[in-house]
């Protein structure tokens, strides 16, 4: 039987999409993404038991999301689209779940500084101003990305199997500190972070890019290191 990989989906609480309605959704990338691994996507609804939905997967994956709201007020022609308080809530009780079981977990954008945060790490609000010298990071779909470089000796240099790859960025806030029992296993050229991992020896990777858009093997590769990580936690750990 496939993997169960669960999804947190995203919930839409300004009413983007239909006036009068919230809707919870996820970008079928992922789900598509997990499927060519060999993996059954699982959507978790916000709103939902966080504990149960952890038992009920094999993986857990934190998708892109919305902002996280400064800590200080920022100029006014800065704009942030905050996530809603009950995605918040619900993502870190999941995120905490997970942790809990040791279950392979894979953070993307939102899900990546979500795990830093948890850690007590901290964020770049605003790239723009807060890191001036930066590069260019909040950069469009289906344009030109950047490179990042890969720590030599991390989880995420074995699963890319490469040193350097060229990413999407569609990003204006990233992680300045990983947080506890996490390390930087990934940077772009300007020195942001783009990814971290946890410091135990268990799948714990959160990327800055979002390697479901990607054409190349690198964002691939994730998730088949994904199924890969759960085929060693049940030769680990047998179900009676």
Known sequence: ???????????????????GREY???????SEAVVEAGGTPVLLPVGSDPLAAAEAVDALILPGGDDFP?????????????????????DRALLGAA??????????CYGAQLMALEGG???????????????????????????????SGSRLAALVREGRIEVNSLHHQCIAEPGEGMRVSARAEDGVIEAIESRKPVFEIGVQWHPEKMVGPAGARLFRGLLEACAANTALNPKA
């Open 121 to 151: 790490g901290r964020l770049h609000h605003h790239l723009p101003l807060d890191l001036p010298e930066a590069g260019a990071h909040q950069l469009p779909e289906h344009g030109d990305g950047h490179p990042v470089q890969i720590e």
């Open 70 to 90: 400064p800590p200080s007020p920022y100029p006014a022609d800065v704009v942030f689209d905050p996530v809603a308080p009950a995605q918040l809530v619900f």
């Open 24 to 30: 919870l959704y996820l970008d079928r990338r992922y």
């Open 99 to 108: 942790r809990a079981r040791d279950i392979p977990i894979l953070g993307i």
């Open 1 to 19: 039987m496939p993997f169960r990989i669960g999804i947190s989906t995203t919930l839409d609480h300004r009413e983007r999409w239909r006036p």
